[in-house]
């Protein structure tokens, strides 16, 4: 008899083992235990010449390389250079003239000097603080455009590995798909088996072409989408994705909260928004004091020979305040007010997302080990006995095909599953400020 077909199917699922060192290692590569006894790795190694794509270089190639990060990069810089010039006096004015006055000992002559605006003391300091949190603000804007790009690369990339096993998965399944046609007609050329079963094979055969042509498409769909966030062209070719290292999730939703109040990029952002805020409602109150002008010029008279000088002290007068400064403050205020609320609900979404983040990995994490440990080895005993039980006629043709989508669509979840897990944790590393296990940079924690 045939070795069972499902020690080739099964290759997929006999490498999840679980150990926790901050976030463990919960599948992929070495042995898996079942019933106490360690089975041997079965994966397929990969062949020569198969292209693998890793994770960390297509990271790596999105950082340097995304117009949407360069982009965010340049108007952080671009803010960083605002600062010293709002907080430098405005450009001074040079002036000449030509007077002549007809008095009784006539006066005329070149005049020549130079005019400085001089805001009142605190205007410049408090306009560099300013643009300061705005600089500040765009780089913690930057920060969560990195996190956020790496987040959707991550994904795609997990949605794309799911794809690549869908096929292995698939394909296999055709093969056993067609080795039950084989069977199933050798039986009905003997009388032992109905003409309909030979059909139905044949009907699963084309079902499987079929979802096989949609799997591919899929698979171009996001070689496409990962090109565009690495900055290659669409069509340019992608290799395979490396296995999935599945990761236990231990640290605790209340560390998780804390890391997202103290480390998120959009909350700091938010927080700086309120700071700039303050120092905007600080200089609005300050405009009530006047600014100053100081002119300064040198005089000559041609009738007399003689040179003289002229100085000058303007003081612009806030006359119009109940129009002008007031609402300035008060639309200040109301900016304030606005930065603080638009913090509360940013705080409110990150929270909500760290605890959908958070509530999808720990499913995750009971559905691989029920699938990997209980459902996957009981189905794959139970298309072993439908097939042994087939080729005796025991078993009818439905049975066994049931018994080889059952567990076709149970190695498919677990996949699955394990592709959901680590994209929670993706978006989870975007929202908290940095990876979950590894250490994070030091930053001011939000208002």
């Not at 009905?188 to 499987?208: P, T």
């Not at 080889?404 to 599953?417: C, F, I, N, P, V």
Request: hydrophobic share 40%; with cysteine.
């Amino acid at each position: 008899m045939n070795r069972s077909p499902f020690h080739i199917s099964s290759w997929v699922f006999s490498a999840l083992t679980f150990s926790v060192v901050g976030l463990g290692p919960l599948c992929v590569g070495g042995a898996q235990e079942i019933g106490g006894a360690t089975r041997p790795d079965t994966a397929i190694p990969t062949a020569p010449g198969d292209d693998r794509i890793t994770l960390q270089s297509l990271i790596d190639e999105l950082v340097a390389r995304s117009p949407e990060i360069r982009a965010a990069r340049q108007r952080w810089e671009a803010a960083k250079a605002v600062v010293p010039q709002v907080q430098t006096l405005p450009d001074p004015r040079l002036q000449f003239g030509y007077q002549r006055m007809p008095m009784t000992e006539p006066l005329q002559g070149a005049m020549y000097g130079f005019g400085q605006e001089i805001p009142f003391p605190g205007k410049l300091s408090l306009k560099g603080d300013i643009a300061q949190r705005d600089a500040e603000r765009l780089e913690q804007e930057y920060n969560a455009t990195r996190l956020r790009l790496i987040a959707v690369l991550k994904e795609t990339y997990f949605n794309l590995h799911f794809v690549h096993k869908s096929i292995e998965i698939v394909e296999k399944n055709k093969a056993l798909l067609m080795q039950f046609e084989k069977t199933a007609k050798a039986r009905y050329s003997v009388g032992q088996a109905a003409q309909q079963d030979v059909f139905r094979a044949q009907v699963e055969i084309s079902r499987v072409l079929d979802r096989l042509a949609v799997l591919d498409q899929q698979k171009e769909s996001l070689h496409a989408a990962i090109n565009r966030l690495v900055n290659r062209p669409p069509s340019g070719p992608l290799g395979t994705p490396e296995e999935i290292h599945t990761t236990i999730l231990t640290i605790l939703l209340q560390e998780l909260n804390r890391r997202a109040d103290e480390f998120s990029p959009a909350l700091l952002a938010t927080a700086k928004s309120i700071d700039r805020s303050e120092q905007s409602v600080s200089l609005a109150k300050r405009q009530y004091y006047p600014d100053f002008d100081v002119t300064a010029l040198g005089l000559r008279n041609d009738r007399s020979n003689d040179n003289g000088y002229q100085i000058m002290v303007g003081i612009k007068i806030p006359l119009f305040y109940e129009t002008k400064q007031k609402q300035g403050v008060r639309e200040a205020l109301a900016g304030l007010e606005g930065a603080r609320e638009d913090f509360a609900a940013t705080r409110q979404d990150l929270l909500f997302q760290v605890k959908d983040g958070f509530v999808q990995a720990q499913r995750a994490e009971r559905l691989i080990t029920i699938l990997r440990d209980a459902i996957i080895p009981q189905a794959t005993l139970g298309l072993q006995a439908a097939q042994a039980g087939y080729a005796v006629g025991k078993v009818d043709f439905l049975t066994l095909l049931n018994s080889l989508l059952t567990l076709q669509d149970s190695q498919l979840e677990l996949h699955g599953e394990m592709v959901s897990h680590e994209k929670a944790l993706a978006r989870l590393e975007a929202v908290t400020g940095g990876p979950l296990g590894g250490p994070l940079s030091e930053r001011k924690p939000g208002p």
